[in-house]
């Protein structure tokens, strides 16, 4: 079992930075891959970024990628996703995930934390 609490959201304007972490118990996180979604008001949640235990292999949508950079830290069972440039299309809440396989698909992840809003004014 795997809980995970996201932090680091907030108010920003378009250009700005931040950085999301995504705290989690237990001494499984090291070998679970994880992800990175949000989801919009109105819209489905969709894939961000994501990287396998080791943080040899990342992905991220077309959307993340140049701007968004995902990482962790297994000796301090925490994920990151640093944001640059950011945008107000990229306001929405943001998830992390872990599950067996670092995808873009929802469904194939197990744990989920409770979001942290981002908010990317004009």
Not at 43 to 66: C, H, I, P
Not at 79 to 106: H, I
Request: charged letters at 15%; glycine letters at 12%.
């Amino acid at each position: 079992q795997v809980q995970l609490v996201e932090s680091g959201g907030g108010l920003v304007q378009a250009g700005g930075s931040l950085r999301l972490s995504c705290a989690a118990s237990g001494r499984a996180f090291s070998s679970h891959s994880m992800g990175w979604f949000r989801q919009a008001p109105g819209k489905e949640r969709e894939f961000v970024s994501a990287l396998n235990w080791s943080g040899s292999n990342t992905y991220y949508s077309d959307s993340a990628k140049g701007r968004f950079t995902i990482s962790r830290d297994n000796a301090k069972n925490t994920l990151y996703l640093q944001m640059n440039s950011l945008k107000p299309e990229d306001t929405a809440v943001y998830y992390c995930a872990g599950g067996r396989v670092a995808t873009s698909r929802v469904a194939a992840y197990d744990y989920w934390g409770r979001g942290t809003q981002v908010t990317v004014s004009s």
